[in-house]
């Protein structure tokens, strides 16, 4: 079964920093084009990055230069590092996947999505 | 970046009726078009894509329609477990970014 599982998140200060784990089941995570969504409660989606199958990643103006993408192929999971982190970046964080024999920027494989909360 | 504008943000139907939700780029995306369905405490589901595209699973009461600018969602005799909020995408080029929403409530 194609799956993909996150962790990771909890409550930490703003200023502070987390890192979420986004674990593949089914499929390998590095023939796939990646993407990280979050939502803050009660809110729309926000997409945050796209990690191509190749190893480059694109971020949303809102999070560049404080949160990076990383790969560990050996155990066919993504990471979310997330650095000087604000409030205004609560929120549930999603991780999908796009097969690699789509085109169209088809993310049929979503996480079940894991919560940050950045408080005080 | 590119805008999408997605409307209605609500709308109220009864079951067995018929409804329409829209999404319009503020630049051509081609078929670079996703739809999402998302019930509350859920992640997002994906109906359509590649604008027009059934997703495997998805019942064939959702039908999606356009290319370019426009693009539409149609659900055909709405059932109870339709009653959610539906996103449109585009993933044309980075920012890929979605619709505000449109909540579909039980009238």
């Known amino acids: 079964e194609v799956q993909l599982v996150e962790s990771g998140g909890g409550l930490v200060q703003p200023g502070g920093s987390l890192r979420l784990s986004c674990a593949a089941s089914?499929?390998?995570?590095?023939?796939?084009?990646m993407i990280w969504v979050r939502q803050a409660p009660g809110q729309g989606l926000e997409w945050v990055s796209l990690t191509y199958s190749g190893g480059d990643t694109e971020y949303a103006d809102s999070v560049k230069g404080r949160f990076t993408v990383s790969r560990l192929n050996s155990e066919n999971t993504l990471f979310l590092q997330m650095s000087s982190l604000r409030p205004e970046d609560t929120a549930f964080y999603y991780c999908?996947?796009?097969?690699?024999?789509?085109?169209?920027?088809?993310?049929?494989?979503w996480g079940q999505g894991t919560l940050v909360l950045v408080s005080s | 970046d590119i805008q999408m504008t997605q409307s209605p943000s609500s709308l109220s139907a009864s079951v067995g009726d018929t409804v329409t939700i829209t999404c319009r780029a503020s630049?051509?995306?081609?078929?670079?078009f996703n739809w999402f369905q998302q019930k509350p405490g859920k992640a997002p589901k994906l109906l359509i894509y590649a604008a027009s595209s059934l997703q495997s699973g998805v019942p064939s009461r959702f039908s999606g329609s356009g290319s370019g600018t426009d693009f539409t969602l149609t659900i055909r005799s709405l059932q109870p477990e339709d009653f959610a909020t539906y996103y449109c995408q585009q993933t044309y080029k980075t920012p890929y970014v979605f619709g505000q929403g449109t909540k579909l409530e039980i009238k």
């Open positions: 630049q051509s995306i081609s078929s670079y």
């Open positions: 999908a996947a796009e097969p690699p024999e789509d085109v169209w920027g088809t993310y049929r494989t």
């Open positions: 089914g499929f390998i995570v590095s023939t796939n084009n």
